[in-house]
């Protein structure tokens, strides 16, 4: 008897649409990046982009050293990763090594709107065959574009191999009402300087999780025209911003 209602039968295999048109395979994917539990948001400036993360340290036993969603591609692209982490790993590796061979053929660094399309092309790939799975994570990439007046780029990578460049946006268990948030802020177009990024970044995700944050809750990467290298901030840097944002409310 054929099973009814629902995504009975049609979650078995991924490469078969349901009665719907619905790849339920691929929609468990973005379940599992919401079920991580953690949110990200990323922030385009007039000059700079910032991703931020939370910082959930499962065990008190572990090095809060070693525990990271922030992750270096080259010398001034960089991403957060949201979702399962040892897919996250993977998916960053694999990004690392196209960035890599860009470079070795065409003689100069990869643009960071050819390599959002290269990892999400290879994400759609992983939805169309029967011996492969989509990756459970998701993908925000920042980086300054190259030039003398390099603008600054930021996009975001789904399962389903949908990429799309941003001036602000939000992923994880908080991502409908992170986008909410950003949506009000960016209701007019706006130039925000490199404080007022990285404060409206923190300010989302503090914003969301209905929370005061500490400076080891969260951790803070940025990349600015003057200084196009991926940097973490120091906790000391973030604290100072968590204190501005406390002090403007």
């Known amino acids: 008897m054929a099973a009814r209602g629902g995504s009975a039968g049609y979650d078995r295999h991924i490469t078969i649409f349901s009665?719907?048109?619905?790849l339920w395979q691929v929609e468990y994917a973005f379940k599992a990046i919401k079920q991580s539990g953690l949110t990200s948001v990323g922030v385009r400036g007039a000059d700079s982009c910032v991703v931020v993360s939370q910082k959930k340290v499962s065990d008190k036993l572990i090095d809060p050293t070693s525990v990271t969603h922030l992750f270096k591609i080259t010398d001034t692209?960089?991403?957060?990763?949201?979702?399962?982490?040892?897919?996250?790993?993977?998916?960053?590796?694999?990004?690392?090594?196209?960035?890599?061979d860009f470079k070795y053929n065409f003689g100069y660094d990869v643009p960071v709107s050819y390599l959002a399309k290269r990892m999400a092309d290879i994400s759609q790939v992983y939805t169309q065959h029967a011996y492969m799975r989509p990756l459970?994570?998701?993908?925000?990439?920042?980086?300054?574009?190259?030039?003398?007046?390099?603008?600054?780029?930021?996009?975001?990578?789904?399962?389903?191999?949908?990429?799309?460049?941003?001036?602000?946006?939000?992923?994880?268990?908080?991502?409908?009402?992170?986008?909410?948030?950003?949506?009000?802020?960016?209701?007019?177009?706006q130039q925000l300087g490199y404080d007022e990024t990285v404060q409206t970044a923190i300010a989302t995700l503090q914003?969301?999780?209905?929370?005061?944050?500490?400076?080891?809750?969260?951790?803070?990467?940025?990349?600015?025209?003057?200084?196009?290298?991926?940097?973490?901030?120091t906790e000391q840097e973030i604290e100072a911003h968590l204190t501005a944002i406390a002090e403007r409310d």
Do not use: H, W
């Open 19 to 22: 009665p719907e048109g619905r």
């Open 77 to 100: 692209i960089g991403c957060v990763m949201t979702g399962i982490l040892p897919d996250a790993r993977s998916q960053v590796a694999r990004a690392r090594q196209e960035a890599a």
């Open 136 to 189: 459970g994570v998701g993908m925000i990439l920042i980086g300054i574009d190259d030039g003398e007046n390099g603008a600054p780029a930021l996009f975001k990578c789904d399962p389903a191999g949908y990429f799309v460049g941003y001036q602000a946006t939000c992923m994880g268990q908080k991502e409908v009402e992170g986008c909410n948030f950003l949506e009000k802020k960016f209701k007019t177009p």
């Open 207 to 233: 914003s969301v999780l209905s929370t005061d944050l500490k400076a080891s809750d969260i951790e803070v990467a940025v990349v600015r025209r003057d200084r196009r290298e991926f940097t973490r901030l």
